[in-house]
């Protein structure tokens, strides 16, 4: 292959030139940037030349249409290789200049594939394994899509993963769960060129990968990934199977610069002038840096425009669906949520006023659910082996099982980071709006895909339970203490802590509406009395903080506290009150919505001239800003402790008498 061409049949010598143009165009832009990776897509430049011009169902001209396949370049530091697909095949917003201007401020080229920077990057990868995870929800999805639309879904989903992902443990993770639902649509196309960044990967790993993806329930094969033939022969093969596949590739890294290639210097720096100049010796390649000859261009445009057909063919079984059926297609995409649910969730929060339940909130957020799983019918629950603890299941949901995907609940075992970055993939699939739940304690397993949701923008809600040494017995190793001030910490995820039934449902609800931002909703254990007993139809959690309980008399003090902290709260309101002190309460029940309120909000609500007590069974972290430097925290910045959990709000010492004896030191 690496020849001219001479001794190749023609039609062999037309697909090397259109290899060759991912090859010259990846070399080209890492070195106009002097920074990037071009060994990846080099050497995957033939697999990803069948992949697209044979296989993948695409129309860059119709680039969000809702049964394209779905293309993940897990191994996301290759994003040359993407880009270079992108322009190719004629997706508008990947111009010739954004190539060249790879890695740029303000370009669609960043780094690493960005969702939402240009048509056709169907996730954001870089941190390996996590699009492998991320692909695995896209299959899912399409699964639970076919079984409700069975006339107008089914596309595949592609990836091309490292061995840097398949050596992430979430690869596990994603695997395991992909072979038990024999999601047979998935193809993954393993770039096995046996290098990373520190050398030869027998540095570091000896996993015979294919007997593993055997082991969890694929299809597995290996071949030349430089032979067009054999990668053809492979996919197809593996399009046929009912089980998910990987293909074995056995690459070149840096394939085509003769004194680099196969080794980990290729991997993530600029092959330099002179042996780009040698590497278009080698690989014929005359042409000048992002020139693509007229010819080579059409065929890739050929390869691009072909995908119209299919994706008009697609619209008319479309429009030969029923109105009704046609209009539930349409709205599950929009991921826009019915107008009946206002009206539910108003009638709910009335009910639970008149009610006074002392619900825990994880009970709250269940009961939340009821009204929410019957009114959208586009939410797909489910729990990380949790389901009876999370109390993420309502009636209205079934299992989604290997032969059934039309339920609504998924059981995604003790999985928590997969959990995450499939919930990501079914939210990027579009069609549903998924909601997952562990506890509190294991977000710091689910972190890296938490992070992603936020980065790409996805409404994925995490029901997080358990959520302080309220818990009590199961001890230290599973109560939270930083882990608020840590997500508080993360952009754009909204933290929630609400403080009983009604602030569970207007969070519930802040969270379903929140198309842009995923939710952390950090649920109690224990019961919790109801604190919201007037009736309002304003959502007053969706401020992120207010005003409680008014102080009787003026107001010297301001208790802020969260959760299961709010009825402390109250206890030392009252205490202090009785003492002549005149005591405010703001319940918090998510500061980053506080943070976004108006200056004169936030400046109101912490009551200026006020002394200040914060109370929350977590971390200090985060609370000066509210409180100032003299301000007194009520909390834990230690490990919490295996015992009752009324025992450890003594022990640890959040009382309501430490409450008041805080407010009074600052009098
Ligand atoms: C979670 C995570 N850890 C580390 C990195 C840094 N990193 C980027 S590529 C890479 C090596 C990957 O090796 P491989 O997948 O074999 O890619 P190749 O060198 O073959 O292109 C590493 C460690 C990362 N991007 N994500
Ligand atoms: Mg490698």
Same mark, same amino acid.
């Given at each position: 292959?690496?020849?001219?061409?001479?001794?190749?049949?023609?039609?062999?010598?037309?697909?090397?030139?259109?290899?060759?143009?991912?090859?010259?165009? +990846?070399?080209?832009?890492?070195?106009?940037?002097?920074?990037?990776?071009?060994?990846?897509?080099?050497?995957?430049?033939?697999?990803?030349?069948?992949?697209?011009?044979?296989?993948?169902?695409?129309?860059?001209?119709?680039?969000?249409?809702?049964?394209?396949?779905?293309?993940?370049?897990?191994?996301?530091?290759?994003?040359?290789?993407?880009?270079?697909?992108?322009?190719?095949?004629?997706?508008?917003?990947?111009?010739?200049?954004?190539?060249?201007?790879?890695?740029?401020?303000?370009?669609?080229?960043?780094?690493?594939?960005?969702?939402?920077?240009?048509?056709?990057?169907?996730?954001?990868?870089?941190?390996?394994?996590?699009?492998?995870?991320?692909?695995?929800?896209?299959?899912?999805?399409?699964?639970?899509?076919?079984?409700?639309?069975?006339?107008?879904?089914?596309?595949?989903?592609?990836?091309?993963?490292?061995?840097?992902?398949?050596?992430?443990?979430?690869?596990?993770?994603?695997?395991?769960?992909?072979?038990?639902?024999?999601?047979?649509?998935?193809?993954?196309?393993?770039?096995?060129?046996?290098?990373?960044?520190?050398?030869?990967?027998?540095?570091?790993?000896?996993? #015979?990968?294919?007997?593993?993806?055997?082991?969890?329930?694929?299809?597995?094969?290996?071949?030349?990934?430089?032979?067009?033939?054999?990668?053809?022969?492979?996919?197809?093969?593996?399009?046929?199977?009912?089980?998910?596949?990987?293909?074995?590739?056995?690459?070149?890294?840096?394939?085509?610069?003769?004194?680099?290639?196969?080794?980990?210097?290729?991997?993530?720096?600029?092959?330099?002038?002179? *042996?780009?100049?040698?590497?278009?010796? *080698?690989?014929?390649?005359?042409?000048?840096?992002?020139?693509?000859?007229?010819?080579?261009?059409?065929?890739?445009?050929?390869?691009?425009?072909?995908?119209?057909?299919?994706?008009?063919?697609?619209?008319?079984?479309?429009?030969?669906?029923?109105?009704?059926?046609?209009?539930?297609?349409?709205?599950?995409?929009?991921?826009?949520?019915? =107008?009946?649910?206002?009206?539910?969730?108003?009638?709910?929060?009335?009910?639970?006023?008149?009610?006074?339940?002392?619900?825990?909130?994880?009970?709250?957020? $269940? *009961?939340?659910?009821?009204?929410?799983?019957?009114?959208? =019918?586009?939410?797909?629950?489910?729990?990380?082996?949790?389901?009876?603890?999370?109390?993420?299941?309502?009636?209205?949901?079934?299992?989604?099982?290997?032969?059934?995907?039309?339920?609504?609940?998924?059981?995604?075992?003790?999985?928590?980071?997969?959990?995450?970055?499939?919930?990501?993939?079914?939210?990027?699939?579009?069609?549903?709006?998924?909601?997952?739940?562990?506890?509190?304690?294991?977000?710091?397993?689910?972190?890296?895909?938490?992070?992603?949701?936020?980065?790409?923008? $996805?409404?994925?809600?995490?029901?997080?339970?358990?959520?302080?040494?309220?818990?009590?017995?199961?001890?230290?190793?599973?109560?939270?203490? *930083?882990?608020?001030? +840590?997500?508080?910490?993360?952009?754009?995820?909204?933290?929630?802590?609400?403080?009983?039934?009604?602030?569970?449902?207007?969070?519930?609800?802040?969270?379903?509406? =929140?198309?842009?931002?995923?939710?952390?909703? =950090?649920?109690?254990?224990?019961?919790?009395?109801?604190?919201?007993?007037?009736?309002?139809?304003?959502?007053?959690?969706?401020?992120?903080?207010?005003?409680?309980?008014?102080?009787?008399?003026?107001?010297?003090?301001?208790?802020?506290?969260?959760?299961?902290?709010?009825?402390?709260?109250?206890?030392?309101?009252?205490?202090?009150?009785?003492?002549?002190?005149?005591?405010?309460?703001?319940?918090?029940?998510?500061?980053?919505?506080?943070?976004?309120?108006? $200056? +004169?909000?936030?400046?109101?609500?912490?009551?200026?001239?006020?002394?200040?007590?914060?109370?929350?069974?977590?971390?200090?972290?985060?609370?000066?800003?509210?409180?100032?430097?003299?301000?007194?925290?009520?909390?834990?910045?230690?490990?919490?402790?295996?015992?009752?959990?009324?025992?450890?709000?003594?022990?640890? #010492?959040?009382?309501?008498?430490?409450?008041?004896?805080?407010?009074?030191?600052?009098?």
């Amino acid at each position: 292959m690496n020849d001219s061409g001479a001794n190749t049949s023609p039609s062999a010598s037309k697909f090397i030139e259109m290899a060759n143009a991912i090859r010259a165009l +990846s070399m080209d832009a890492v070195q106009q940037a002097n920074s990037g990776h071009p060994g990846m897509p080099m050497g995957m430049a033939d697999v990803a030349t069948v992949l697209f011009s044979k296989f993948l169902k695409f129309d860059p001209s119709k680039p969000n249409w809702p049964d394209r396949d779905r293309f993940v370049l897990s191994a996301g530091h290759g994003s040359m290789l993407l880009y270079s697909l992108l322009h190719l095949t004629g997706y508008k917003d990947m111009s010739l200049e954004e190539i060249k201007n790879f890695r740029q401020l303000g370009s669609k080229t960043a780094g690493h594939p960005e969702y939402g920077h240009a048509d056709g990057i169907e996730t954001t990868t870089g941190p390996l394994g996590q699009g492998l995870a991320t692909a695995v929800g896209m299959a899912l999805a399409e699964k639970m899509q076919a079984a409700r639309f069975k006339d107008i879904v089914d596309h595949h989903t592609y990836v091309i993963a490292g061995d840097g992902c398949l050596m992430e443990g979430i690869s596990h993770e994603a695997a395991s769960f992909a072979g038990h639902l024999g999601l047979e649509k998935l193809i993954v196309l393993w770039d096995d060129n046996e290098i990373s960044i520190d050398g030869k990967t027998d540095l570091a790993v000896s996993d #015979n990968q294919l007997k593993r993806f055997d082991a969890l329930g694929w299809d597995t094969q290996t071949i030349d990934g430089h032979d067009p033939d054999a990668i053809e022969t492979a996919i197809a093969k593996a399009k046929e199977s009912n089980k998910p596949s990987l293909i074995a590739c056995k690459t070149t890294i840096g394939y085509g610069a003769p004194n680099k290639q196969g080794t980990s210097g290729v991997h993530g720096a600029p092959l330099g002038a002179e *042996e780009i100049a040698l590497a278009r010796k *080698e690989l014929n390649w005359p042409h000048a840096p992002f020139e693509i000859p007229a010819t080579i261009r059409d065929r890739w445009r050929a390869v691009g425009t072909k995908g119209a057909r299919i994706s008009s063919a697609w619209e008319k079984a479309f429009d030969a669906l029923s109105t009704d059926e046609k209009s539930a297609f349409e709205t599950s995409l929009s991921g826009e949520l019915p =107008s009946s649910l206002d009206d539910a969730m108003l009638a709910y929060k009335k009910q639970l006023t008149e009610d006074a339940p002392g619900w825990a909130s994880r009970k709250a957020s $269940q *009961e939340a659910l009821n009204i929410i799983n019957e009114h959208v =019918s586009t939410t797909i629950g489910g729990s990380a082996d949790l389901t009876g603890s999370n109390l993420t299941k309502t009636s209205h949901l079934d299992p989604v099982t290997p032969e059934d995907f039309s339920g609504r609940y998924v059981y995604y075992g003790v999985r928590e980071f997969g959990m995450s970055a499939i919930m990501n993939g079914m939210a990027l699939h579009k069609g549903f709006i998924p909601y997952g739940g562990t506890f509190m304690v294991f977000t710091d397993y689910a972190r890296p895909a938490i992070r992603l949701s936020a980065l790409m923008e $996805q409404r994925v809600i995490y029901v997080m339970t358990h959520d302080s040494i309220g818990l009590g017995e199961d001890g230290p190793t599973h109560q939270p203490v *930083e882990h608020l001030a +840590s997500l508080r910490a993360m952009p754009n995820v909204n933290v929630f802590r609400p403080a009983d039934a009604v602030e569970t449902a207007e969070c519930w609800e802040v969270a379903l509406k =929140s198309k842009k931002t995923p939710s952390v909703l =950090s649920l109690s254990r224990q019961g919790l009395p109801l604190v919201r007993n007037d009736y309002t139809s304003e959502n007053l959690s969706a401020k992120g903080a207010y005003e409680l309980s008014a102080a009787n008399i003026d107001a010297q003090v301001t208790l802020l506290a969260t959760g299961s902290e709010v009825g402390i709260a109250l206890d030392a309101q009252k205490a202090l009150e009785a003492e002549g002190i005149g005591t405010r309460v703001v319940s918090v029940p998510c500061t980053d919505l506080f943070d976004a309120q108006s $200056q +004169s909000y936030q400046t109101e609500t912490l009551g200026p001239g006020t002394v200040k007590v914060a109370i929350e069974a977590a971390s200090s972290y985060g609370w000066s800003r509210y409180i100032g430097r003299e301000g007194e925290f009520v909390g834990l910045d230690s490990f919490g402790a295996s015992a009752p959990a009324g025992d450890l709000y003594k022990h640890f #010492n959040i009382t309501s008498e430490a409450v008041v004896e805080a407010a009074k030191k600052q009098l």
